[in-house]
Structures are given as C-alpha cells and as structure tokens.
C-alpha cells in the first residue's frame, strides 16, 4: 500500500537555527499538508498545499514557517530561527481529492535545544 | 469554545467488552467526519470515514448525529490490540483542514 515517507525520523537543533523537514506524498495525491503535535496535546493544523500554492494556513503558521514543492515528489516544511516552543512531532498527510482522507506519514520529532 | 471535543478517558475494559466513544463539533458548516488511531508518539492512522447513515467495518461501527453536532464510534469484542488512543477528526465548510480532538485512549486488558 503506498505511503507517505517523511524524513529525518528525528531532529536535534539548536535554537536559533533553521531546519528543514522533508515530505514525500503519496504519488497520485493532489493536497498536501503539514500538521504538529506537541507532546501531550492534540494534532494541530499548520498548512494545506494544493496546486503549487498555499490553499489555508493556522494562525501558527507564521512568517517563521514556508512550504514548497521543489519537484514532482518532495514537500517541505522549513522553520526559520527555531524556538523551544517548537519541539513537537511534524506529520506530513496527503489526501487524492474530493472527500477522501488524509493519510499521514509517520512523522519528525524536532528537538530544538 | 473548543471545536471538537472528546473524553479523554482513559477507558480500561477487559478483552471482549464493547466500548464506545463520543466526540462534539461546535462548527455546524462541518462537512466530512473521521475517525483516527493513534498509537503512542506514532502518526494518526485512518481508522474510518464516518458517513451520514451510519457505517460499519467489521467491529468497529461509527455513527453520525448532524442535528446534535456528534459522531460516536462503538467498538465491539474489545482485542489488546485496539489499546490506542482514538481521535475524532472534522473537515470544516470548503476548507480541506482537519480539526482533531484531544483524543479518547483504550486500554484493553486481558
């Protein structure tokens, strides 16, 4: 069954800098998204990416964050000047259209120290 | 007000129960409903859409009340392998966002 594969499987940044979390959706999907879970609390919403574009994006989702699609395959999530607060697990989904769910790939644990 | 909302249990039943659980939307323009297992620090994993008549697969049936804003999932014949945590998830309006709810966790014991 096909997946969505993120990478690294874990992160560990120091404060300040920038990471890069990487995504590869499910190949004949069209939307792509980001979401995040901090430790202990609920899955949350970042951004959705549909037709080379931002379609919708949180109120978390802030100058600090972009996304791009720099080929036919890869999705990333970059986070410029991390801050602790950003610890959490990053899911990556992706969904074919119409009313069909979102699969999600099996996350990056971002540390930042 | 929190959009969607669910017990946060934990539920401990014994293998073989049958258990269910409730989840709340305060959005009524919601439009698609799920149902998620989530394994400790794991990804959420689909574990039912829920439709407007009610659906089933195998154990697991999962229901959904427009008019009260709720879904429910029943699970029956409790296995150790249900033990997880399941989220209740909602797609708003036009917009293609899932909502989650904190979660309800299982714990199945024999």
């Given amino acids: 069954e096909p997946?969505?594969?993120q990478t690294p499987s874990h992160q560990v940044t120091q404060m300040g800098q920038e990471v890069i979390l990487?995504?590869?959706?499910i190949s004949n999907h069209l939307y792509f998204y980001w979401y995040r879970q901090i430790l202990g609390q609920k899955v949350e919403f970042l951004v959705s990416f549909y037709n080379n574009e931002i379609s919708e994006k949180s109120e978390i989702f802030d100058d600090q964050f972009s996304v791009e699609r720099p080929d036919g395959s890869n999705f990333t999530l970059?986070?410029?000047?991390?801050?602790?607060?950003d610890s959490a697990m990053y899911f990556c989904a992706s969904r074919a259209g119409g009313n069909q769910p979102q699969h999600f790939g099996d996350g990056t644990r971002l540390s930042i120290l | 007000r929190k959009e969607v909302e669910q017990d946060p249990g934990p539920f401990n039943v014994p293998e073989?129960?049958?258990?269910?659980?409730?989840?709340t939307y305060s959005n009524s323009a919601s439009q698609s409903f799920f149902w998620y297992r989530q394994d400790c620090r794991k990804e959420p994993k689909l574990l039912m859409s829920v439709y407007s008549s009610g659906?089933?697969?195998g154990r697991f049936t999962a229901q959904l009340n427009r008019a009260s804003q709720y879904i429910?999932?029943?699970i029956r014949d409790s296995k150790l392998s249900d033990s997880a945590t399941y989220l209740c998830a909602v797609r708003v309006g036009a917009g293609t966002a899932l909502i989650f709810g904190k979660g309800t966790t299982l714990s199945v014991s024999s």
């Fill in chain 2, 55 to 57: 659906n089933e697969d």
């Fill in chain 1, 78 to 85: 970059k986070i410029r000047s991390t801050k602790l607060e």
């Fill in chain 1, 3 to 5: 997946e969505v594969t």
């Fill in chain 1, 22 to 25: 990487r995504c590869v959706p």
């Fill in chain 2, 16 to 23: 073989g129960a049958t258990v269910a659980f409730n989840c």
């Fill in chain 2, 72 to 74: 429910s999932l029943l």
